[in-house]
Nanobody, 122 residues
């Protein structure tokens, strides 16, 4: 049974930082690319970042470029999202997802976590 479990969310002030983690189990982690998406209330789920680690390709949404960094630790079966210079518009539930080939589209992803809430207060 595949499980993706996010952690690290919380309440932070504008300009602050958070690091999200996503621990994967039940799959061969190195067979999958990993991505992060987010969903704010009343909005559709949107792409944040993804890493095609075998090709060394990383993609970020324009809204987070220069502020967020995706990374992974294959020894720990974990993917991270370091979020700096947070803004109120970053407030959302953040989801990690696993895909055979990472893209910016959620339909490419086979497995999803339940999400972790990030709230940025002004």
């Amino acid at each position: 049974q595949v499980q993706l479990v996010e952690s690290g969310g919380g309440l932070v002030q504008v300009g602050g930082s958070l690091r999200l983690s996503c621990a994967a189990s039940g799959l061969t982690f190195t067979d999958y690319d990993m991505g992060w998406f987010r969903q704010a209330p009343g909005k559709e789920r949107e792409f944040v970042a993804a890493k095609n680690w075998r090709a060394g390709i990383i993609n970020y949404a324009d809204s987070v470029k220069g502020r967020f960094t995706i990374s992974r630790d294959n020894a720990k079966n974990t993917v991270y999202l370091q979020m700096n210079s947070l803004k109120p518009e970053d407030t959302a539930v953040y989801y990690c997802a696993a895909a055979r080939l990472a893209t910016t589209s959620p339909v490419s992803y086979h497995y999803w976590g339940l999400g972790t809430q990030v709230t940025v207060s002004s």
